[in-house]
């Protein structure tokens, strides 16, 4: 049943302006795109080879002048279904879709895609995949000065707090988890399962108040933020609205995935971007 959008109510606590992250970039990969220097935004895929001998395909979405990164992590079983003529197979996925309009906030976009189209589930609180999202964010330090940020939704919220909770010192410059799967359901996992009592980089957690997603009730946004017991910088970012097209309250073109509101959205959350991009 379909539902008329509504205005996003934005609860956000103010913002301080942090310094800009310090970190040491490696040598790039031979052969991996860096940003474009010409005037227009750029999108790639590729595959990115991993420290471990394996690679992941990635999309780049790049715009003219980058001021942050954001590694994109995708909820549901994560299989995004790149192709490598730059098809997208599955892009619902609110981080799938919205990557033009983050790009338009001055925002470079790189999401993964899953070894062989695998299924995630039960795997993104592992130590394995907190070294893929390690190197993930390695490769996005090669691009350039710009800070660094992993965002995770619904399920990949929880790759998202794994990834943070690991994070070598100094290398994100903050963490975002939007509809974040935090009661337990099929994947056997929560954000509660990736130590986010080891985050210490800012962390903001976001819930539509309109979200029916059972396993990721918005009541839960406070617990989420108050796991955060390291990190000095947590705000909850809470907003409403949204329209349903999918037939199930977790699908993405929902309240859950932030159907109908996706702009508003992205504005309150590039605000606490540019707060924290030095």
């Excluded at 549901?76 to 997208?88: F, K, R, T």
């Excluded at 954000?191 to 986010?196: G, L, M, Q, T, Y």
């Amino acid at each position: 049943m379909r539902q008329a959008p509504r205005l996003v109510i934005v609860a956000l606590a103010c913002l301080a302006l942090l310094p800009a992250v310090a970190y040491a970039h490696d040598r790039p990969h031979r052969d991996m795109p860096a940003f474009s220097p010409d005037g227009g935004w750029n999108e790639r895929v590729f595959n990115l080879p991993l420290k471990d001998g394996e690679q992941v395909r990635v999309l780049l979405a790049t715009p003219a002048r980058p001021r942050g990164i954001l590694v994109m992590l995708p909820g549901g079983a994560g299989d995004v279904g790149l192709e490598a003529d730059g098809s997208i197979r599955h892009g619902d996925n609110f981080v799938v879709r919205t990557r033009s309009l983050w790009n338009q906030h001055g925002y470079a976009v790189l999401i993964p895609d899953t070894h062989d189209h695998a299924s995630l589930r039960g795997q993104r609180s592992s130590p394995a995949y907190a070294r893929i999202i390690t190197d993930l964010v390695a490769f996005a330090h090669q691009q350039g000065p710009q800070a660094v940020f992993v965002l995770g939704t619904s399920q990949g919220s929880i790759a998202a707090v794994n990834g943070a909770a690991h994070a070598p010192a100094g290398s994100l410059a903050g963490v975002v988890l939007t509809e974040s799967v935090s009661v337990m359901g099929g994947s056997r996992e929560t954000v509660f399962s990736a130590d986010p009592q080891d985050i210490r980089t800012p962390v903001l957690v976001v819930a539509n108040h309109d979200d029916r997603c059972k396993v990721a009730p918005p009541q839960a946004a406070r617990q989420i933020a108050d796991a955060m017991t390291a990190s000095r910088d947590v705000h909850v970012l809470m907003v409403a609205g949204g329209a349903t097209r999918s037939k199930k309250d977790c699908g993405s073109l929902t309240p859950h995935g932030y159907f109908g509101i996706e702009g508003q959205v992205i504005d309150a959350i590039s605000h606490w971007l540019d707060a924290h991009a030095g």
